[in-house]
């Protein structure tokens, strides 16, 4: 019986400067299975058995790279290869939100630009807060001490519960608090309370 080629996904996270790989194998990882970078550090080929996968990579990877070698068993292969070149510096103003969270307060008030009505009062808001960025779980790594999935640690609070109350698990939702207002470059997340005019 043949077997397929593996199957494997790259994805750019340029926040951090890494392109994740997944490699999908319909058997375990043995001595046959080898993977490669090419020598422009733009390809991936995995090779297993008798099927061989070439991924083209959304980056360059860094010289030097060593690709972890497969774990003998697993079906499941994984990645995190750095990014080749020096970081792009950001000009800081280019995604500054016209209204970021830091002015504004709890005079704020927000008016209808046809007829005027008041959409949202003064006082109604007592705290603005910034929207997360959108690439804000490319981050995820480098916000835990433990990952929410890593569970009794001695010294730390840990579970299901623990992740949820932080806000930002894997599985958290971010939802509209009644007297907060969340605002990015596009958009501004209220509860139907504070601003009642507004008919949905």
């Known amino acids: 019986m043949s077997r397929s080629s593996p199957l494997m996904y790259a994805e750019l996270l340029i926040n951090i400067r ?81 209204w970021p969270a830091q002015d504004l307060g709890k005079d704020t008030e927000m008016l209808c630009r046809e007829c005027d009505a008041v959409i949202i009062g003064k006082g109604a808001i007592s705290t603005w807060k910034d929207l997360p960025s959108e690439n804000w779980a490319e981050m995820m790594d480098f916000w835990h001490c433990h990952k929410p999935s890593e569970h009794g640690h001695a010294g730390h609070s840990h579970g299901e519960d623990a992740t949820e109350n932080k806000g930002y698990s894997a599985n958290a939702k971010l939802t509209a608090q009644l007297s907060v207002g969340f605002v990015d470059l596009t958009t501004f997340l209220l509860t139907a309370k504070d601003c009642p005019t507004v008919k949905v």
């Not at 319909?26 to 991924?55: F, M, Y």
């Not at 990014?83 to 510096?89: K, S």
Request: charged share 15%; aromatic share 2%.
């Open 18 to 98: 890494q392109i994740s790989v997944i490699a999908a194998l319909e058997t375990p990882c043995n001595a046959s299975t080898i993977v490669r970078l090419s020598s422009k550090r733009d390809t991936l080929s995995l090779q297993h058995e008798n099927g061989v996968a070439i991924l083209t990579l959304p980056g360059q990877v860094a010289a030097n790279t060593i690709l972890q070698k497969p774990a003998t068993g697993s079906t499941e292969l994984s990645w995190r290869l750095p990014l080749a070149g020096e970081p792009t510096r950001l000009d800081p103003d280019a995604n500054e939100s016209p």
